[in-house]
């Protein structure tokens, strides 16, 4: 993870064109970090050069096995919010069940798709705003020196996330999926490429963290599984980013002609490893992931030439974590904070980061990642609708399927016939207002009626129906506004009911809000 610039680097060239922005320079207040003055040039550098290949190799095989356990650490987890996705409604062929005749209704209820829609459109509106959302705070005494400095770092970081970063479309997006699944995350970085901040979504089931921690920010270990295609594979290489030390110089990187084939050289990848060389894309994508392609109408496994879309994605781990590392110079060996990204496939690591500022003595560790929590629960991860309307959600399916196909078979009722009628075994299916002739046989005279019989089939039940309008309020009561409990309020309530019936219905979401701050 490359340095951050210090305020006035990267301060200057946004706004010196902009008229409504005065930047300052000739206070004297304390930068992050300074590496000039520090003579720490290099300090954020890849250093896996830098570290003994046995050394790689063993850092490599433990921190995938921590990792592995992660991942499968939360299955359950991500089983469950992938069920969620499917009853979205998005996606009919996804439900499993209902009735098995042909014609029989495929709908799913939508009702989790609206209190999704519902929450994020309320978080939107407090969250993000026209002007931005960044406040200033002065802790201690508020000189005009002090007042002047926040003022300005307001101003830029405003400026940042309103005009430069896709902080609305990022953000909206996160908060689309955040009650479903309870947690989501925000990634903020420094992007060397284009010489600015970068923010992004990780949905969830792209990181992962130990199962036994109870605070997100505490935890020892961030991984996040990150999905590329091979020509920023390559320009990272190029850059100096990732490094081909591990894959050249490793014992365990084996190939069968000894040096690799040519486009694994081109790759990067001379061998692949002896224990993860039976892992491929497919086996490391959730079952979320699976359901959320589905849902955005992609397919990774067309063809695209002679290569599958497969072939050309390459997957890695980047590793937030404490780590003891012998050969860094700088440590002498002892724990410290450190960004390591492991190649997916062949278990080779391909670079090693500090992750602290060089001044700070406790080396703590820089938080690049920003969780969210819809409802906060035992351990780091919160709890969504995937669990609060687990089975209300395919109940409501349950019952709306029954209705629809109960008023299909109202409308078009079975008929049996006589056997020994003498009639065709033909179907004939009348049109409204049509004159149909039926073959009798042998029987010219016999009554039409007693040889064929409509089947009587039950019509829609209205105990259908209120199940279903319960269910919808059971879930509606959860994201209750003030909006729906004066709506439902008649002309005559008091002002003094009024202002209880406001302050009730903005509890739940008050929470909520104040967590999402």
Not at 236 to 261: A, I
Not at 373 to 383: E, M, N, S, T
Request: aromatic share 8%.
């Amino acid at each position: 993870m490359a340095p951050m610039a210090s305020y006035e680097d990267m301060i200057s060239p946004q706004l010196e064109n902009r008229e409504n922005f005065i930047v300052d320079n000739s206070h004297d207040f304390e930068h992050p970090q300074d590496d000039a003055e520090m003579d720490l040039s290099g300090f954020f550098d890849n250093i896996v050069t830098d570290i003994d290949i046995e050394e790689l190799d063993i850092m490599s095989r433990d921190i995938m096995d921590q990792v592995n356990d992660d991942r499968h650490s939360r299955q359950a987890k991500d089983e469950r919010y992938a069920q969620a996705l499917k009853r979205l409604g998005f996606s009919s062929q996804d439900i499993i069940g209902g009735a098995e005749f042909d014609g029989a209704s495929e709908v799913v209820h939508n009702g989790l798709a609206v209190a999704c829609i519902e929450f994020s459109s309320r978080a939107s509106k407090e969250l993000i705003t026209a002007n931005g959302c960044v406040k200033s705070k002065i802790v201690g005494e508020a000189t005009q020196e002090k007042i002047d400095i926040a003022e300005r770092k307001r101003n830029f970081l405003n400026f940042l996330l309103t005009e430069k970063l896709p902080y609305r479309t990022q953000m909206e997006a996160m908060l689309s999926q955040l009650p479903l699944a309870g947690s989501q995350f925000m990634k903020v970085w420094w992007d060397n490429d284009y010489n600015e901040a970068k923010i992004a979504f990780i949905p969830i089931d792209f990181l992962y963290i130990p199962a036994y921690c109870d605070d997100f920010y505490t935890a020892n270990r961030i991984t996040q599984r990150i999905e590329m295609n091979v020509f920023q594979f390559q320009k990272n290489l190029r850059d100096g980013l990732y490094s081909k030390h591990h894959y050249t110089h490793s014992k365990l990187m084996n190939s069968e002609d000894g040096e690799g084939s040519a486009d694994n050289k081109t790759l990067g990848y001379y061998g692949k490893s002896e224990r993860y060389a039976g892992d491929d894309l497919e086996s490391m994508v959730s079952m979320a992931q699976s359901v959320a392609e589905r849902i955005d109408g992609l397919n990774t496994n067309t063809n695209s030439g002679n290569a599958t879309a497969q072939e050309n994605q390459r997957q890695v781990f980047e590793i937030h974590c404490d780590y003891e590392i012998p050969d860094d110079k700088l440590t002498g060996g002892e724990v410290a904070p450190y960004i390591i990204t492991i190649d997916l496939k062949y278990e080779s690591i391909l670079s090693i980061q500090r992750n602290w500022n060089p001044e700070d003595e406790l080396r703590r560790r820089k938080h690049n990642f920003v969780e969210y929590k819809f409802l906060p629960w035992r351990g780091a991860y919160g709890i969504g609708y995937a669990e609060l309307f687990d089975g209300a959600s395919a109940a409501q399916t349950g019952a709306l399927r029954a209705l629809m196909d109960a008023s299909l078979l109202a409308n078009f009722p079975t008929i049996l016939k006589s056997k020994g009628s003498g009639m065709a075994g033909q179907t004939n299916t009348p049109s409204p207002g049509q004159l149909t002739e039926v073959e009798t046989g042998n029987m010219p005279d016999s009554d039409l009626r007693k040889m064929i019989m409509p089947l009587a089939m039950a019509t829609p039940q209205p105990v259908l129906m209120n199940l279903m309008q319960y269910l919808d309020g059971q879930m509606t009561n959860m994201s209750t506004t003030v909006q729906d409990m004066l709506k439902n309020a008649g002309d005559d309530v008091s002002a003094t009911m009024t202002l209880a019936m406001v302050e009730e219905g903005s509890k739940k979401q008050a929470a909520i809000m104040g967590r999402l701050h």
